[in-house]
């Protein structure tokens, strides 16, 4: 991989080390900077229209070529490209339709009575599902070991309902149609099952182990991020009933996952996720506006003590207070913010030394 600070077998280590728990000396670690004096080859021009943007595999793919080649990743970060269509990606697949703005899409549900609708089945004629293939396979070939694929934002279960659906309408599916909803939660994870396995598929004909939107490596296995973000709007009753089963599916048949848990709203089912074994972690995301990632100690704390990898995104004066108070064994944190080499590396050279110290005090 280019422009790593790590060889990739370093890094391969390193990223073993986070999903085994072993890694002693400090947290893992991911901060890009720009790369100085690049010899920058132009930068791509984009297409005229929003919704080409998106859908322009040539040009998606020069801008993460030209995006790793013109910065430095250091720590455990690495260059990857995740094809991305949008979190309702799935849902399109099933057959709901997407709208495109600059930065995001969205569903436009599409099942207005379940009895109009047909059962969910995975269709390899869809052009969603196509045009997916066609940004990984190109992707894929591009790469060459330069930088890794991710497998795109892929929304299962009940958040994939909702793009059916609309989330009003799921809501009140929980008193009014349970039955139906359940159905379909069950024939979308049969969907979500071949839409994984077969972009996995292809990114392994010339890359080892997986990636995606999270931007954890796993060097060996084929893992994935699961959620639902639905669930910030339902109770704890309802997240056990309708949630949970298709959840533990989904965990029981991923080699390896982290929890994408999104909203103080959705911290009432922490201890639910936490009892499901198959988790190997819990990503932590306030919210918009909330306190920063350093005054998350106890709820960070109360995964770890469940024996749970940790995954957070953090600005870079979190860091060293968390580093302060958490065993660093299974700790990830993406560091945003406009730090330079030398910033960054001196971060990451006084997390080691307040891990380091931490180490010694419970050695005496």
Known sequence: MINTAFGEDQLKRRWMEFWNRE?????????????????????????NGIKERWLDTE???????????????????????NPNLGPDFLGAVCGCDLKFSNVTS??????????????????????????????????????????????????????????LRGADVAAMD????????????????????????GLHDIISQKQKGSSN???????????????CDFSYMISGEHFREFILPELTAEENWLP????????????????TLLNVKEINGIQWVPGSGKAPAREWGEVLKKIQKAGKCIEMSCAPEDIIPLCEI??????????????????AESLI???????RKKRAQFAV
């Not at 890694?23 to 930068?43: F, G, H, T, W």
């Not at 040009?59 to 790793?68: D, E, L, M, P, S």
């Open 174 to 197: 929980l008193y009014l149609e349970p039955e139906e909803f359940k159905k379909r939660v069950w024939q979308i994870f049969d969907v979500f099952k071949e839409v994984t396995q």
């Open 256 to 271: 390896a996952t982290i929890y994408h848990l999104d909203g103080i709203g959705s911290l009432t089912h922490l201890d």
């Open 349 to 355: 050279k006084e997390a080691e030394r307040v891990c």
């Open 213 to 227: 939107w999270m931007c954890l490596y796993h060097p060996e296995k084929l893992w994935y991020v699961t959620s």
């Open 106 to 163: 969205w569903a436009e549900p599409c099942i207005r009575e379940y009895d109009d609708f047909p059962d969910i089945v995975f269709d390899k004629s869809n052009p969603w599902w196509k045009k997916m293939v066609e940004i990984t396979q190109a992707a894929v070939d591009d790469a060459n070991g330069d930088y890794l694929v991710g497998i795109t934002d892929i929304h299962p279960g009940a958040d994939a309902v909702v793009s």
């Open 326 to 343: 958490l065993d660093p064994r299974g700790v990830h944190f993406g560091i945003g913010g406009n730090l330079d080499r030398y910033e």
């Open 59 to 81: 040009f998606q793919i020069k801008c993460a070529r030209y995006g790793a080649e013109n910065t430095i990743y250091l720590a455990e970060s690495f260059p990857i490209f």
């Open 23 to 47: 890694n002693e000396d400090r947290p893992l670690l991911s901060v890009a900077v720009p790369k100085e004096n690049a010899r920058r080859s132009p930068a791509p021009t984009a297409p």
